[in-house]
């Protein structure tokens, strides 16, 4: 079971500066969902793509935010101009394409902005 | 717009007694429900999950619950061991236009279970 990965686990940097998060999903799976955590809370959704297309994306998020995944595979995640209030945890997750199929989480990316 | 609401905020209890976690649904067209626990520093991982077409599910110690008449689904655990400490979060699936779909999350339950 590879799993779904996400690098880096950690990242930390100065406000202003972009970001960039990658997600590898589980081969099968052909739906690739982000989501932000911040401490106490649920995740909340962001944005999430079958294969390649992206099909929604969270009235949330700022035009600072952009997610892409060019080949339906891995995706990644751009923070551009970060502000402190964009430290959370980011999680990846995977699934099938049919409802009803459950969401496999990565270990997620913990942005601290300073 | 969508949302799960998710009872209560924190819960202690003694090792051996049951615990129960309550979620509330706004879309009524929802047909799926999963239960996760997250440990502290790792990912969500699903406990259980329960779809529309049936009132209840068990799993060993765990086990939900359906209404969906009261758009309400619950968690329960019952001989709770301290491994059994996490934080616990429902979620449904809201269905959109097209036959899309998307997750929404509880805001979590930290049970505490005290040896």
């Known amino acids: 079971d590879t799993g779904v990965s996400q690098d880096p686990r950690h990242k930390i940097t100065k406000r202003g500066q972009n970001v960039t998060f990658r997600c590898d999903p589980i081969s099968e799976h052909n739906r690739l969902y982000w989501y932000r955590q911040t401490l106490g809370q649920g995740p909340e959704f962001l944005t999430y793509?079958?294969?390649?297309?992206?099909?929604?994306k969270s009235r949330l998020l700022s035009d600072r935010f952009s997610a892409e995944r060019p080949k339906g595979s891995f995706s990644t995640l751009e923070i551009q101009r970060t502000e402190q209030g964009d430290s959370a945890m980011y999680l990846c997750a995977s699934s099938r394409s049919h409802g009803g199929s459950p969401l496999h989480f990565g270990n997620g990316t913990r942005l601290t902005v300073t | 717009g969508e949302n799960v609401e998710q009872h209560p905020s924190t819960l202690s209890v003694q090792e051996g007694d049951s615990a129960v976690i309550k979620c509330t649904y706004s879309d009524s067209a929802s047909n799926y429900f999963p239960w996760y626990k997250q440990e502290l520093g790792k990912r969500p991982q699903l406990i259980i999950d329960?779809?529309?077409?049936?009132g209840e599910k068990k799993d060993q110690r765990i086990a939900v619950t359906l209404n969906k008449t009261a758009k309400h689904f619950s968690l329960h655990i019952t001989e709770t061991q301290p491994e059994d400490s996490a934080v616990y979060f429902c979620?449904?699936?809201?269905?959109?236009?097209?036959?899309?779909?998307?997750?929404?999350f509880g805001t979590g339950t930290r049970l505490k279970v005290l040896a």
């Open positions: 793509f079958q294969n390649e297309a992206q099909l929604e």
């Open positions: 979620a449904a699936i809201v269905l959109e236009g097209s036959g899309t779909y998307k997750y929404i």
């Open positions: 329960i779809r529309s077409n049936v």
